[in-house]
Nanobody, 124 residues
Framework: VQLQASGGGSVKTGESLKLSCAAS????????MAWFRQAPGKEREFVAY????????EYQDSMKGRFTISLEKAKNTAYLQMKSLKPEDTAVYYC??????????????????WGQGTEVTVSS
C-alpha cells in the first residue's frame, strides 16, 4: 500500500485549499481513509475520517463546517477540502489508511499506512 499526499501550499487567511491523497496497492473501496496534521512544535492530531466507500465521515470539532473529506473511487484518491483557512491551520498534513471500518478514528495507531505529508502554510 502506498499513499501519496499532495496539494499543500501557502495561502492567506480565509482562502481555500484542496489536498489529495492518491492510493495504490490496495482495494480502495475496502479501506478507511483519514487526514491528520502536525503543526510546528506540536503533536500530530486527527483532522478527518471517511469510512470505506465513503459511507460515513468524522471530523475534529474545530474543523467541522470548514473541512470536508471525500473520495473519488475512479482515481483511488481521497481529498481534504479546506475552506476559511486560519493561521492555526498551518501544519504538515498526512493522509492515512487501513483496511475496513475504524472504530476509534482519532487514534493514529489504528492506521498502518501513511503518506509522506504535504505542508500547508496560512498567513494572516
Amino acid at each position: 500500500v502506498q499513499l501519496q499526499a499532495s496539494g499543500g501550499g501557502s495561502v492567506k487567511t480565509g482562502e481555500s485549499l484542496k489536498l489529495s491523497c492518491a492510493a495504490s496497492g490496495m482495494t480502495f473501496s475496502s479501506f478507511a481513509m483519514a487526514w491528520f496534521r502536525q503543526a510546528p512544535g506540536k503533536e500530530r492530531e486527527f483532522v478527518a475520517y471517511i469510512s470505506p466507500a465513503g459511507a460515513g465521515t468524522e471530523y475534529q470539532d474545530s474543523m467541522k463546517g470548514r473541512f470536508t473529506i471525500s473520495l473519488e473511487k475512479a482515481k483511488n484518491t481521497a481529498y481534504l477540502q479546506m475552506k476559511s483557512l486560519k493561521p492555526e491551520d498551518t501544519a504538515v498534513y498526512y493522509c492515512a489508511a487501513d483496511f475496513g471500518r475504524i472504530t476509534s478514528q482519532m487514534r493514529q495507531n489504528n492506521y498502518r499506512y501513511w503518506g509522506q505529508g504535504t505542508e500547508v502554510t496560512v498567513s494572516s
